[in-house]
Every structure is written in C-alpha cells, then in structure tokens.
C-alpha cells in the first residue's frame, strides 16, 4: 500500500536555529498539505498545495515559516528561526483531489516531531 | 468560537458498551465530512466518510444532521482496540479542511 513518506521522525534543536522537513507524498497525489498538531489539539492546517501552486497558506506564520513544492512532488517545510512554541508534531498529508468541493480522503505520514529547546 | 467544536472526553467504557460522540460545525458551507481515528503518538486515518443519508460500517455508525449542523458516530458492542483519539473533518466547498480537536475513549476490560 502506498503511502505518505515523510523525514526526520524527530528532531531536536535549539531556539533560534532552523529545520527543515521533508515530505513525499502518495505518488499522482495532486494535493499536499502541511499541519501541526499540538499536544491535545487536532491537526490545524499551515499551507496546502495544489500541484506547485500554494492554494491556502493563511494560517502560516510567514515571518518564520516557509514552504515549497517546487516540482509539483516532494516538499519541504522549514522554521527560521526555531522558537520554544514551535515544539509539536508536523504532519504530512496528500490526496488524489484536483478541484473544489472534492471529498478525496487525505492520506497522513507518520509526522515530524519537533522539540524546540 | 472554533469551527469543530467536539467534546475532549476523555470518554472511559466497558467493553461492550455502546458510546457515541458529537461533532458541531459553524460554516454553512461545509461539503464534506468525516470522522479520522488517531492513536497516541500516530498520525491520523479516515475512520469513515459521513454521508448525508447517513452510513454504517460494522460496528461504526455515522449520523450528519446539516439543519442542526452537526455530526456523529456511533461505536457498538466498543473493543479495547477501539481506544483512540477520534477527531472530526468537516471540509468546505473550497477544498479547505478542519479538524476538531478530538475525543479521545478508553475501553476498559
């Protein structure tokens, strides 16, 4: 069964330092998407993706946060400069979906967690 | 106000038991919906799609009520295994997806 790779699986690092991770996703899975979850909290979108085009980055901290999917394929997410609040879990999801209003089930990696010292 | 509001729980069952959850949402324009299972420490995966007539798949039932804007699921005849995290998905016309925060149950032998 095919599913959504995604690396590190943890990562720890100092406040003020940057990280970067990694995300590819179900091959011919047009959308991608970036959340974060915090303990106790469901996953809170932070960019989606059509193909390379950015669709919904509204919840993302710009100052500090960026996101690529340069070729349509793998992406990456990276936090410069790390801070304390940016400790949670990363998670990666893709789904077959091309337009609006699709209900394609998104396809979760097993996430990136991130603790920030 | 959040826009998927569930209730935390945490819900404690007997095997057996019959227990369900709720899930509010406040966007009008909400499409799709759906109910995902997560395991502590794991990443989250679709439990079930939620259809307007309503859907059953064994023991899982999953209710959505858009007059009143809300949406359940039903765990019959509840396993150990069932204990888990069960967030709520409510998807928009637009592509964009919410999660709840979860309702975690614990079945106890």
């Known amino acids: 069964e095919a599913e959504v790779a995604q690396s590190p699986r943890y990562k720890i690092t100092e406040k003020s330092q940057a990280v970067a991770f990694w995300c590819d996703p179900i091959?011919?899975?047009?959308?991608l998407y970036w959340y974060r979850q915090i303990l106790g909290q469901g996953p809170e979108l932070l960019v989606q993706?059509?193909?390379?085009?950015?669709?919904?980055d509204s919840q993302l901290p710009k100052d500090r946060f960026s996101a690529e999917r340069l070729k349509g394929v793998d992406s990456t997410l990276k936090i410069q400069p790390a801070e304390l609040g940016d400790s949670a879990m990363y998670l990666c999801?893709?789904?077959?979906?091309?337009?609006?209003?699709?209900?394609?089930?998104?396809?979760f990696g097993p996430g990136t967690r991130l603790t920030v010292l | 106000r959040k826009e998927v509001e569930q209730d935390p729980g945490p819900f404690n069952v007997p095997e057996g038991a019959t227990v369900a959850f709720n899930c509010t949402y406040s966007n009008s324009a909400s499409q799709s919906f759906f109910w995902y299972r997560q395991d502590c420490r794991k990443e989250p995966k679709l439990l079930m799609s939620v259809y307007s007539s309503g859907n059953e798949d064994g023991r899982f039932t999953a209710q959505l009520n858009r007059a009143s804007q809300y949406i359940s699921l039903l765990i019959r005849d509840s396993k150990l295994s069932d204990s888990a995290t069960y967030l709520c998905?409510?998807?928009?016309?637009?592509?964009?997806?919410?999660f709840g925060d979860g309702t975690t149950l614990t079945v106890k032998p």
């Open positions: 091959s011919g899975h047009a959308t």
């Open positions: 999801a893709s789904s077959i979906q091309r337009g609006k209003g699709s209900t394609d089930t998104q396809y």
């Open positions: 998905v409510v998807n928009t016309n637009a592509g964009k997806s919410t």
């Open positions: 993706f059509q193909d390379e085009s950015v669709v919904d």
